[in-house]
């Protein structure tokens, strides 16, 4: 009769079950160096001067709205709005 000592390790279940997580990160850090490799990022263009329009858009509606808030903000506190 063998005794645990005398078994190679590849015998012990908590070997395999200590290897089997460092081996699963290697595994998937390789998966997704290939995924990184064969699917680069598309290049945004020009997103500076996207992000500017949208902000003067933005800013447009809110110019658009100026006359209403100063009217609600008349009608609550009394305090006639200045005229620009």
């Known amino acids: 009769m063998e005794t645990q000592g005398s078994k190679p390790w590849w015998n012990f279940g ?3 079950l200590i ?3 460092p081996l699963i990160v290697v595994i998937a850090s390789f998966i997704t160096l290939y995924l990184a490799i064969s699917r680069p990022d ?7 001067r996207k992000g500017m329009e949208i902000n003067k858009t933005l800013d ?3 110019d658009a709205m100026a006359p209403a808030l100063q009217a609600r903000n008349h009608a609550a506190t009394g305090i006639k709005p200045m005229q620009h």
């Not at 598309?42 to 500076?48: C, H, L």
């Open 42 to 48: 598309a290049v945004i263009d020009d997103y500076y």
């Open 19 to 21: 290897i089997s997580g």
């Open 60 to 62: 447009a509606q809110h």
């Open 14 to 16: 908590y070997v395999w």
